[in-house]
């Protein structure tokens, strides 16, 4: 498609629509972000970054840059909740990036979101705008009006609905879709290191395998933070909120009784910052574009986080919707042939996380180490889902 003219609206700067922005614009493409945040931030909190969408972040010349806070694990490694045993470990570092052409990496979601923001302000200073909430859209053959909620009006050619798991697009593409809880929650927290004994933990991501819960360590920001995620049971649904804060004293009793080196990263986390978010399931759909309109990240496919993928698929989606817009003769074309290509895996992987929740949840030693060996993760999901290549993966 001629690329000189043609204007790119994006709803939302978060880490799918920057890197979409970013693709898009280092394509060539005339690209505007609308955010409704007043200021670009993203929470404290940790993010895996597979080889997949690593690939994607290295094709925008970030690779020094994540150098510098980026962690490279050098294992999963799932441990009983209180003995510590290792059950089960899957080599990443050097064997992940010698598999799959990139490394594995732990993130800080904000210094993600900055460089990619930094980035895009970059290539277009004038890309990113902020203050601005969409609410809705009109397209017609001549192109889209996407309606803010102050009244103004974007003229553009095409829309991308990156706007998140509560979208205002994807409410207008598909209507009212299935909301269910899962009856988990995530707790997360981060803790400085030196508040930790030196070398409690190893480069690695650990798994906390136990009853009814399991709990995810890793380091961020070049080892300076330990990342801490509690996945617990819990009857009542709660609000899905990255910002809701929780007593440190109910994350203390969910772990009652798990082992010392749980407790001490628990007590050593800053107590005024435990935050609590409720898992909602979303099924996957089968569509999520009209004529020039589509959706990218979390607002097309909103995933669990038990294959820790969704913000790579975000990623990935960035890729690949440059990529159809740049080799499609029209941008109907260009969105049926994002969707074609990116709706089968996109729903493998969030069926996926949602049947991988039980896997950290066995009660019993003995089926829980049968099942890992069943899994045999380090073959099976490891081939597909970090394999995939979206700057090359042939586009039909
Ligand atoms: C506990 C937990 C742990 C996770 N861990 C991982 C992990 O390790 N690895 C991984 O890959 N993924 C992980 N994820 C998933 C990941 O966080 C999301 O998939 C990812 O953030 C999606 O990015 P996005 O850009 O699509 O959406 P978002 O990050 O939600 O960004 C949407 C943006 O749109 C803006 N917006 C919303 N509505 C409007 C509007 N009407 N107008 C204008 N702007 C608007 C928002 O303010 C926001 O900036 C995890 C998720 C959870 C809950």
């Given at each position: 498609m001629k690329k000189q003219g043609l204007r790119v609206i994006v709803v939302g700067a978060g880490i799918g629509g920057l890197t979409a922005a970013a693709q898009l614009l280092k394509r060539g493409f005339f690209v505007r972000v609308y955010e409704q945040a007043s200021v670009l931030a993203e929470v404290g909190a940790g993010i895996q970054s597979s080889a997949n969408a690593v690939k994607v972040l290295y094709d925008l010349g970030l690779k020094d840059e994540l150098d510098v806070f980026a962690v490279r694990p050098q294992a999963f490694e799932y441990r009983r909740f209180d003995t510590a045993e290792l059950m089960h470990r899957i080599p990443l570092g050097q064997a992940h990036e010698d598999a799959f052409g990139a490394p594995y990496f732990h993130l800080h979601r904000a210094d993600l979101h900055e460089l990619l923001a930094k980035t895009v302000r970059h290539m277009d200073p004038d890309c990113i705008t902020l203050n601005a909430k969409a609410v809705s859209y009109e397209e017609s053959d001549q192109g889209v009006t996407l309606k803010m909620v102050d009244g103004r009006l974007i003229e553009g050619d095409v829309l991308i609905g990156?706007?998140?798991?509560?979208s205002a697009i994807r409410a207008q593409i598909l209507g009212q879709t299935t909301v269910s809880y899962t009856g988990d929650v995530a707790w997360r927290g981060l803790i400085a290191v030196e508040k930790l004994p030196k070398d409690i933990m190893e480069t690695v991501s650990t798994v906390w395998c136990g009853p009814k819960k399991h709990a995810v360590m890793y380091y961020l920001r070049a080892g300076a933070l330990m990342n801490f995620v509690g996945l617990v049971e819990h009857d009542q649904p709660e609000e899905e909120s990255w910002t809701q804060k929780r007593p440190w004293e109910e994350l203390k009793r969910d772990y009652e009784g798990w082992h010392p080196m749980i407790q001490t990263v628990i007590d050593a986390m800053d107590k005024e910052a435990c935050y609590r978010y409720a898992l909602n399931n979303r099924p996957p759909v089968s569509n999520w574009s009209t004529q020039r309109a589509t959706l990218l990240g979390d607002s097309a496919h909103p995933t669990l986080p038990y294959m820790a993928s969704g913000a790579a698929m975000a990623i990935e989606d960035a890729a690949v919707i440059a990529r159809c817009l740049e080799q499609s003769s029209s941008v109907t074309d260009a969105l049926q042939l994002f969707q074609r290509n990116r709706i089968e895996r996109t729903s493998k992987i969030v069926i996926g996380s949602t049947e991988s929740r039980g896997l950290y949840r066995i009660e019993d030693l003995d089926a829980m180490k049968k099942a890992f060996a069943d899994q045999d993760l380090t073959k099976s999901r490891a081939q597909w889902l970090y394999s995939y290549d979206p700057l090359h993966v042939p586009l039909v």
């Amino acid at each position: 498609m001629k690329k000189q003219g043609l204007r790119v609206i994006v709803v939302g700067a978060g880490i799918g629509g920057l890197t979409a922005a970013a693709q898009l614009l280092k394509r060539g493409f005339f690209v505007r972000v609308y955010e409704q945040a007043s200021v670009l931030a993203e929470v404290g909190a940790g993010i895996q970054s597979s080889a997949n969408a690593v690939k994607v972040l290295y094709d925008l010349g970030l690779k020094d840059e994540l150098d510098v806070f980026a962690v490279r694990p050098q294992a999963f490694e799932y441990r009983r909740f209180d003995t510590a045993e290792l059950m089960h470990r899957i080599p990443l570092g050097q064997a992940h990036e010698d598999a799959f052409g990139a490394p594995y990496f732990h993130l800080h979601r904000a210094d993600l979101h900055e460089l990619l923001a930094k980035t895009v302000r970059h290539m277009d200073p004038d890309c990113i705008t902020l203050n601005a909430k969409a609410v809705s859209y009109e397209e017609s053959d001549q192109g889209v009006t996407l309606k803010m909620v102050d009244g103004r009006l974007i003229e553009g050619d095409v829309l991308i609905g990156a706007d998140g798991i509560k979208s205002a697009i994807r409410a207008q593409i598909l209507g009212q879709t299935t909301v269910s809880y899962t009856g988990d929650v995530a707790w997360r927290g981060l803790i400085a290191v030196e508040k930790l004994p030196k070398d409690i933990m190893e480069t690695v991501s650990t798994v906390w395998c136990g009853p009814k819960k399991h709990a995810v360590m890793y380091y961020l920001r070049a080892g300076a933070l330990m990342n801490f995620v509690g996945l617990v049971e819990h009857d009542q649904p709660e609000e899905e909120s990255w910002t809701q804060k929780r007593p440190w004293e109910e994350l203390k009793r969910d772990y009652e009784g798990w082992h010392p080196m749980i407790q001490t990263v628990i007590d050593a986390m800053d107590k005024e910052a435990c935050y609590r978010y409720a898992l909602n399931n979303r099924p996957p759909v089968s569509n999520w574009s009209t004529q020039r309109a589509t959706l990218l990240g979390d607002s097309a496919h909103p995933t669990l986080p038990y294959m820790a993928s969704g913000a790579a698929m975000a990623i990935e989606d960035a890729a690949v919707i440059a990529r159809c817009l740049e080799q499609s003769s029209s941008v109907t074309d260009a969105l049926q042939l994002f969707q074609r290509n990116r709706i089968e895996r996109t729903s493998k992987i969030v069926i996926g996380s949602t049947e991988s929740r039980g896997l950290y949840r066995i009660e019993d030693l003995d089926a829980m180490k049968k099942a890992f060996a069943d899994q045999d993760l380090t073959k099976s999901r490891a081939q597909w889902l970090y394999s995939y290549d979206p700057l090359h993966v042939p586009l039909v």
